[in-house]
């Protein structure tokens, strides 16, 4: 292992132990206390995503790949919607933005709120748009959305 390759590793090392003894509060919420208030009313929680097969697509507005993440969404929600729930989790944005976005995108699937990152953090997001399929409470996929999202659904949901 070259010296530059050890150092970087040591950083990011001593960054996850910053963070895990920073937060434990919030690592334990996001665990099993998931709970992600909609921007219309309702939650999303742990104990949903354990209640049967749940695909979401997590975004932010200011995403410059989000700009036709109505169509994708609506797209996923036609073809899924019999066989899971179909959500979308906005990152980081207040209510009223997210709505204003879920509007302007005509998106006609819930829209839940992850104000505190929990949910991020939770499954890794780490790029914007991102999907995660979860079967019965376990994560049966978890990256970027694809472009051939059906593919990746359809493998997840088998």
């Known amino acids: 292992m070259s010296h530059q390759t050890l150092?970087?590793?040591?950083?990011?090392?001593?960054?996850?132990?910053?963070?895990?003894?920073a937060a434990p509060d919030g690592?334990?919420?996001?665990?099993?206390?998931?709970?992600?208030p909609g921007v219309d009313g309702g939650r999303l929680t742990a104990k949903d995503l354990a209640a049967g097969d749940t695909v979401i697509v997590v975004w932010a507005s200011w995403s410059p790949r989000g700009r036709d993440l109505g169509e994708?969404?609506?797209?996923?929600?036609?073809?899924?919607g019999k066989r899971a729930r179909v959500v979308t989790v906005n990152f980081q944005e207040s209510p009223a933005k997210?709505?204003?976005?879920?509007?302007?995108?005509?998106?006609?699937v819930p829209v839940y709120?992850?104000?505190?990152?929990?949910?991020?953090?939770?499954?890794?997001?780490?790029s914007l748009p991102f999907l995660v399929v979860v079967r019965s409470g376990e994560t049966a996929f978890a990256g970027k959305l694809p472009a051939d999202a059906?593919?990746?659904?359809?493998?997840?949901?088998r």
């Open 7 to 21: 150092r970087s590793a040591l950083a990011i090392g001593l960054t996850l132990a910053v963070a895990l003894l």
């Open 27 to 36: 690592l334990r919420a996001a665990e099993g206390d998931l709970d992600l």
């Open 72 to 80: 994708r969404v609506q797209a996923i929600a036609a073809r899924w």
């Open 98 to 108: 997210a709505r204003e976005f879920a509007r302007a995108q005509k998106l006609e």
């Open 113 to 126: 709120l992850d104000r505190d990152t929990l949910f991020a953090k939770r499954y890794t997001v780490t």
């Open 150 to 157: 059906d593919a990746a659904i359809g493998q997840a949901l």
